[in-house]
């Protein structure tokens, strides 16, 4: 069965750190590029980073760039948003998400438009919160 399972959110304050992580199973992980989405209440959903299937190239939202870093272990099948700096804006709920690789469209694409995925996590909800 494929899955994706996020996990690392909580409630942090302003100026705090978080680690989020996407564990997969059932797939080849090292044949995904895995992006990081999020939404918040009332919000259209977000592409935060985005990485390819051998961690070489990486692309991030304007609004977390500086603050947020996308990293992937392919041994352990397991992909992470490492989170600085964090504001009350960046509130919202994470989704991990995969797409194969033979998928057309670049990097970018996929994380501005979050189309095509093959697979998603339930999410993971982050406060940033005094």
């Known amino acids: 069965q494929l899955q994706l399972v996020e996990s690392g959110g909580g409630l942090v304050q302003p100026g705090g750190s978080l680690r989020l992580s996407c564990a997969a199973s059932?797939?080849?992980?090292?044949?995904?590029?895995i992006g990081w989405f999020r939404q918040a209440p009332g919000k259209e959903r977000e592409g935060v980073a985005c990485?390819?299937?051998?961690?070489?190239?990486?692309t991030y939202a304007d609004s977390v760039k500086g603050r947020f870093t996308i990293s992937r272990d392919n041994a352990k099948n397991t992909g992470y948003l490492q989170m600085n700096s964090l504001k009350p804006d960046d509130t919202a709920t994470y989704y991990c998400a995969a797409r194969r690789i033979n998928r057309p469209g670049s990097l970018q694409a996929m994380c501005a438009q979050s189309v095509d995925m093959d697979i998603w996590g339930k999410g993971t909800l982050v406060t940033v919160s005094s």
């Open positions: 059932g797939l080849s992980f090292d044949y995904y590029y």
């Open positions: 990485i390819t299937n051998g961690g070489v190239a990486t």
